[in-house]
Each structure stands twice: as C-alpha cells, then as structure tokens.
C-alpha cells in the first residue's frame, strides 16, 4: 500500500510526524507538506509564483505553497506512482462543523479525492498534542479499513479525535457536520505607527450540536467520522429558481 501524507501545520509538526510512524506500519508513506504553518488556507492553490520543492534531513518534502499546492504538486508530476491514499494530518486543533471550509488539513485531503483517490484527514480536536496517540491509532485503523475494504468510487473522510487517552475513548461515530455560530469579532490593535491592523476573531460556539453531528459526537467522547462531499449545489432551489427566472433568456 501507497500513502501520500500531508498536513497543514508544516513539515515539522509533530502531528505528521507521530502519524507518518503509525502509517508506516500498513504500507510505504510519502510526505509532501508545506514549508510552514498554512492552517485555514482552505483549497487555495498558488498561481501567482513557482513553488520550490525540498527535502528534510528525514526524507520529508516541503513546499513553500498551500497544503493543496503540496498534494496537487505530489499528483501531477512530483511522484512516479498513484498513492493508494491521501491523508492529511494530524492537525492541531479540531475541523468541524463550518470549520471544514477553511482547514487546510480538509483541503490536502480534498485535492486527494478530486483526483479520484480515497481521501482522510485526521484533526485532534484540542490544541497542544495531548494524547496525539489516541488520534494517530484510530486513524491508522481508519485507513487500513479503507484499504482492506476499497470503495467504489472515491470517499472523502474527516476524523475528529477528542484529547483522551485510549482507554477512555467511547469509540467511533459515523457522523454528519454541525454548525457553528458566526465567528467572534475581529480585534483591532495600532501597530507601531498607530496604524489600525485586524486579527480575525476566534470560531464561535456550536448552533448545530445535535444528536448525529460531529460537535455532538465529541462532545459525548467518541471520535467523528464523517463523510464529506464537494458538490455545492442548493437542489431544493432548483426548480423555484428555473420558475423565477425562465423569462431572462436572451435579450
């Protein structure tokens, strides 16, 4: 078994080095990740420049782009050979809910899946790697299930682990996304020059922690595995829509 392993935390993060060890133990693992910490990037790739392509003291590659760039890059001329599996991780701090739109641990993984490959990304739920074996296991087991057990056509995961030792995991829901509040306010400084500078504001609370969801889940104790797709299309509009707007044809 092929694996192609990013992250978006960087290169030196120890969640993809904890999860490049247990990967391992299923098959040979490639590592392309970014040079530096490109969390929240979503799936931005980098077209305004040329990326560099480097090589860790321990094999890894780095690239000085976007968590994207590094799996695009790896699929479409870096590598000799189609991975088996994507995965992305593991990222510190969780992705759910809204927060699958910006992570760029989502987005290695989604690049993965767009084109045509089972895809994971793995998130520990709390920041600080407390545990980070907990979250390395399980998604080690998730992988070769999906390896054991391939699917028909390409699946896109996303595995959320609590910060709990082994043994006081509850186990492992299958899930589907929740919804947060809108995030917090930005906070504006002065910089030295007394000129207004902007931090976005923290991620807001849970709206959407039902039964089901991935918030809910956690919050319970369990891991959250939940099932992504990419198709954005609002299909309940469709047909109201073709009705409103059937008379703005040419001219």
């Not at 420049?49 to 890059?73: E, K, M, Q, W």
């Not at 959250?224 to 059937?246: G, I, M, N, S």
Request: hydrophobic residues 40%; charged residues 15%.
């Amino acid at each position: 078994m092929r694996i192609l392993l990013a992250n978006d935390d960087g290169y030196l993060a120890p969640g993809l080095h904890a999860l490049y060890a247990g990967l391992r133990r299923l098959g040979e693992v490639t590592v392309v990740a970014p040079e530096q910490n490109a969390s929240a990037a979503s799936n931005a790739l980098t077209l305004n420049r040329p990326l560099s392509v480097l090589s860790a003291d321990n094999g890894f590659l780095y690239v000085n782009g976007t968590p994207s760039d590094c799996v695009h890059i790896a699929l479409t001329g870096l590598l000799d050979f189609r991975p088996d599996l994507v995965v992305s991780g593991v990222n510190n701090g969780a992705n759910l809910g809204d927060d699958t739109i910006y992570s760029g641990t989502v987005a290695a993984a989604t690049e993965g899946y767009l084109f045509g490959l089972p895809a994971l990304a793995v998130s520990l739920v709390q920041k600080g790697w407390a545990h980070l074996d907990t979250a390395v296991d399980l998604a080690v087991r998730v992988a070769q299930q999906v390896a054991e057990q391939p699917p028909q056509s390409p699946v896109l995961f996303n595995l959320n682990v609590p910060n709990l030792p082994r043994d006081q995991l509850r186990g492992l829901q299958v899930t589907r996304l929740g919804k947060r509040h809108p995030s917090q306010p930005v906070v504006m400084q002065r910089n030295p020059r007394n000129e207004p500078v902007y931090w976005i504001g923290s991620a807001g609370d849970a709206l959407d922690d039902q039964p089901g969801t991935d918030f809910h889940a956690i919050a319970q104790g369990y891991a959250a595995l939940t099932p992504l797709q990419l198709d954005l299309t609002h299909y309940r509009l469709l047909e109201d829509c073709r009705k409103r707007f059937a008379a703005l044809g040419p001219g």
